[in-house]
């Protein structure tokens, strides 16, 4: 017989930081630091107005001259390009280089990935929803900015019309248009809906 008890607070929050720290001892491949691999993948995965030093440093919970020296690093090595915003000349966009995305392809935090999807659909949906949860909470408690994507964000608009004509989303906090694939990235300016 299969005995049941309560799981607490501190039980889950234990299992998320040993979670963690297992996929941080993973980090050390092909000669990148955890910190660099967490940049590597933050700015695959962030949008036009999230690729930037700063956005990056908030992301990661650290400062801005931490995230700085990650990023140098990264630029020096060739996995990663600055070049002046065009929209804005003081911001500096950062790129992934091809040899970036190839690295990438072997990233070892796919060993987290490849747990999660152990788990069943609808298990996965619970973990999801309630990590979500526990990170909105801590964000607020510490009155850290909160990190999402286009469709749950209070500043989205799906299906505005520009002056092409053709269907296209919307920022409304920089009024600017968004291609399909820019509401699947992570975005700085994320405000979850209420």
Known sequence: MTVHSDVGARTVAELVVQLGCLTRGEGFVADLTFAQWMALRYFSGANRFSRTVSAFAE?????RGTAS????????????????????????????TNKSKKLLAEDPFELLVDAASSLSNSASHIVEHS????????AQQQGKRQFGKCPNCKYFQADSSYANDEPDHCCTLVDEPLKEVETQQLCVNFLPER
């Open 59 to 63: 992301f990661h919970g650290t400062t």
């Open 131 to 138: 990590l979500e949860r526990m990170l909105r909470s801590m």
């Open 69 to 96: 020296q990650t990023i140098k690093g990264l630029v020096r090595n060739g996995y990663v390009t600055r070049k002046r915003s065009p929209g804005d000349g003081r911001s500096i966009d950062l790129t992934l």
